[in-house]
Nanobody, 122 residues
Framework: VQLVESGGGLVQAGGSLRLSCAAS????????MGWYRQAPGKERELVAA???????YYADSVKGRFTISRDNAKNTLYLQMNSLKPEDTAMYYC?????????????????WGQGTQVTVSS
């Protein structure tokens, strides 16, 4: 399984970005997916997750601003990010697992992308 993120960039505070994660390879083994982020000097944290059936989870810090979604026909995961803040600046990673339910534990993700950088200026 290969996961390739895109859509990152530099945006001003209050702006929006939409991240995409394209999956390829043995995609039959992918069920639940998630978006993580890691800022310099900080641990990787879960931002949002989605089950194979569409149930979602959001970290408190992004609730009401970010939306996770998936297009199974296109094998693509999305993260719509609105009202961006400087503290959202990080490398954003896509992750996938064979589990079907929403997964919030990092160790349960089987596949990871290389990341896309999001920088929010104040």
């Amino acid at each position: 399984v290969q996961l390739v993120e895109s859509g990152g960039g530099l945006v001003q505070a209050g702006g929006s970005l939409r991240l995409s994660c394209a999956a390829s390879g043995s995609i039959f083994s992918i069920n639940a997916m998630g978006w993580y982020r890691q800022a310099p000097g900080k641990e990787r944290e879960l931002v949002a997750a989605i089950s194979s059936g569409g149930s979602t989870y959001y970290a408190d810090s992004v609730k009401g601003r970010f939306t996770i979604s998936r297009d199974n026909a296109k094998n693509t995961l999305y993260l719509q990010m609105n009202s961006l803040k400087p503290e959202d600046t990080a490398m954003y990673y896509c992750a996938a697992t064979q589990n079907t339910i929403v997964v919030v534990t990092t160790a349960e993700y089987d596949y990871w992308g290389q990341g896309t950088q999001v920088t929010v200026s104040s």
